[in-house]
């Protein structure tokens, strides 16, 4: 077998280029024998057809770079859930854009290290002032906003814990019930207080509730709010403005997690729902959900770069004083992660192709969408719609149908293979989740989708013909 070439320098391209032809057709050939929203069968079907795929997993000899790709990226892609199928819409799990995928690509290809200078002299300009912007969008009246790439929304909340019990020494968080399970667990992670939990009844923070709580514990040391701007649940954002006001009285820092909801600011149309975010001590936000990136493409924001030296660390191979007094960047304090990929170029590449109006439609595609389906859910007798959609989550199940029917329709959508659908308890029952992210989904599909259901929760619900009694044949034994 020849040497395998690497993808870098002059003559990565060339290696490269009828790679990318095999994979491309992979990809294609995967999608159209899957034929649908995610594979049929279940899990026992799915795992054994990429076992066959992969058996031997270390093979004596290689079977060559065409034949592995082809054979195991096309597999992948026959037994994956493709969230660009507009029937695929249970999680916060986009469709990433073309062209940030081919970033990706070239991020893979050169490989930059995002821990020193040295390993990504263009990249950590591109970064810094890639989260610079994007720190300025959510504060823009402050001089010196910043941000950091991150793996996500949990690692962003992490993070911002963090730096507020570096600020105080330790911090007593208070959330809603309708916060992600991310907050609990950093708490956890970084030995401090279980927070304190608000009621979210509506599926937003009780702010009389909240007034409660903070005027209880205010004295009693540093208190961190951290508010939400697109639940998981409901896709709900909280009062932010409320929330910030309270804050104010109390004395506590405010998060916002606006993993979710955090890029409507770039839509003119629906950025009012997010006022506030510019009141918070730091703001999560995570474009590989509203922002059709491939994963990861989280950020942290806070309002003063200042706000970030407390994740200063120095390893002299990597950034020794006097390299730093000579004038190389000092990359370390940008992540806790040590070796980690250039993810804000598929960023900046798509903030370079698509401008604020371009985001801003596709935002607003979507959002509309969501309405939509909406509307043919309260125009169909036979299902039940929650609210109307704060951001893109819709929230319906069958009329007059128990929760054991809820849950049967969407795992036999999924064994099926018809349709992706979430599941999300509350007001006391279960209900279809579908969260929208597909800007290009068509009245068509979205109606399609609400055949399925209404369709299975029929042939879950139908009367069941009894048998008819036979006589027994002659020497039979009838018991």
């Known amino acids: ?49 990429m076992r066959t795929a992969l058996d031997p997993t270390i093979p004596e000899h290689g079977t060559g770079p065409h034949h592995a790709l082809a054979t195991l990226i096309g597999a992948l892609t026959e037994g994956a859930a493709d969230p660009a199928d507009p029937l695929c819409a249970a999680h916060l799990h986009t469709p990433p854009l073309a062209l940030a995928t081919a970033a990706d690509l070239a991020a893979s290809a050169l490989n930059p290290s995002m821990d020193s200078w040295d390993q990504a002299p263009a990249a950590s300009t591109l970064e810094a002032d890639t989260t610079r912007a994007l720190a300025a969008e959510i504060y823009p009246h402050h001089p010196h906003p910043d941000a950091l790439i991150t793996t996500g929304g949990t690692e962003a909340n992490q993070l911002a814990l963090l730096l507020a019990r570096e600020r105080h020494g330790t911090i007593q968080t208070i959330c809603g019930t309708n916060a992600h399970h991310s907050i609990t667990r950093a708490a956890w992670l970084l030995g401090l207080p279980t927070p304190l939990t608000i ?47 309270l804050c104010h009285t109390h004395g506590a820092e405010l998060h916002i997690d606006a993993a979710y909801g955090g890029p409507l600011l770039l839509s003119p149309t629906h950025r009012h729902k997010v006022n506030g975010l510019d009141r918070a001590h730091s703001v999560t936000l995570d474009l590989h959900k509203l922002g059709w990136q491939p994963a990861s493409a989280g950020i942290l924001a806070v309002p003063d770069h200042h706000h970030l030296h407390a994740l200063h660390h120095q390893a002299p191979y990597l950034n020794a004083d006097d390299d730093t007094h000579a004038g190389l960047p000092d990359l370390l ?32 595609r979507t959002c509309t969408a969501a309405h939509h389906l909406a509307d043919l859910i309260t125009k169909t007798p036979t299902l039940d719609l929650y609210d109307r ?33 979430g599941r999300t308890h509350t007001q006391g029952r279960l209900w279809l989740k579908a969260t929208l992210l597909n800007p290009y989904a068509t009245p068509g599909d979205l109606q399609r989708l609400l055949d399925l259901v209404t369709h299975l929760a029929n042939e879950l619900t139908a009367p069941t013909e009894p048998a008819q009694a036979t006589a027994p044949t002659e020497g039979s034994t009838h018991r």
């Open 1 to 49: 077998m020849p040497t395998p070439p690497l993808a870098g320098s002059t003559t990565g391209p060339t290696a490269l280029r009828p790679l990318i032809d095999t994979v491309l057709t992979a990809l294609q050939e995967g999608a159209r024998r899957r034929d649908g929203p995610l594979p049929a069968g279940g899990p026992d079907t799915v795992a054994a057809h």
């Open 333 to 364: 304090g940008r992540s806790l992660r040590t070796t980690r990929r250039p993810d804000a170029l598929k960023i900046a590449v798509t903030l370079q192709a698509l401008g604020r109006t371009g985001l801003a439609d596709l935002i607003d």
């Open 389 to 421: 959609p704060t951001i893109t989550t819709i929230l319906f199940r069958p009329t007059d149908t128990d929760d054991h029917t809820v849950a049967t329709i969407r795992r036999t959508l999924l064994t099926r293979g018809h349709a992706v659908l």
């Open 199 to 245: 009621p979210a009844p509506t599926g937003t923070i009780d702010l009389a509730a909240l007034n409660d709580t903070l005027t209880r514990h205010q004295g009693h040391g540093p208190l961190l709010v951290t508010a939400t701007a697109g639940t998981t649940d409901t896709g709900q954002i909280d009062p932010l403005t409320d929330i910030a006001d």
